[in-house]
């Protein structure tokens, strides 16, 4: 797995229709063989999973809904999941505002 800010994943090129149509057509793989994990256990391997989102209501211009929608259908990333690692990452760069 490769962790990438959300510059590096607009440099990304877009999905061809071939890719997208694999994407569709993936079926899942069998998981009979696999215990489950318990909560302690995924924490190990996945540390996001310690760090449950919280859900909210939030009203955003049409222009940010958009965007981040085509960047969705380019990237296979959903839209929800890329607003929020652009959103980590002005936290983690602790990135200001400026108005003027």
Known sequence: MTTM????????PPL??????TIRNAKPTPS???????DDELK???????RAKKPVTIN???RI???FKDLASETGIS???LINVYLIQCVSEKK?????
Not at 5 to 12: A, Q, S, V
């Open 5 to 12: 800010t959300l510059d590096e994943l607009r440099k990304l």
């Open 32 to 38: 009979d063989d696999c215990p489950a994990m318990t």
């Open 96 to 100: 200001q505002l400026y108005f003027k």
């Open 79 to 81: 839209y929800q999941n």
């Open 16 to 21: 061809t229709e071939d890719e997208k149509q």
């Open 44 to 50: 190990q391997f996945r540390p996001w999973y310690a």
């Open 65 to 67: 809904i958009e965007y």
């Open 60 to 62: 955003l211009d049409p």
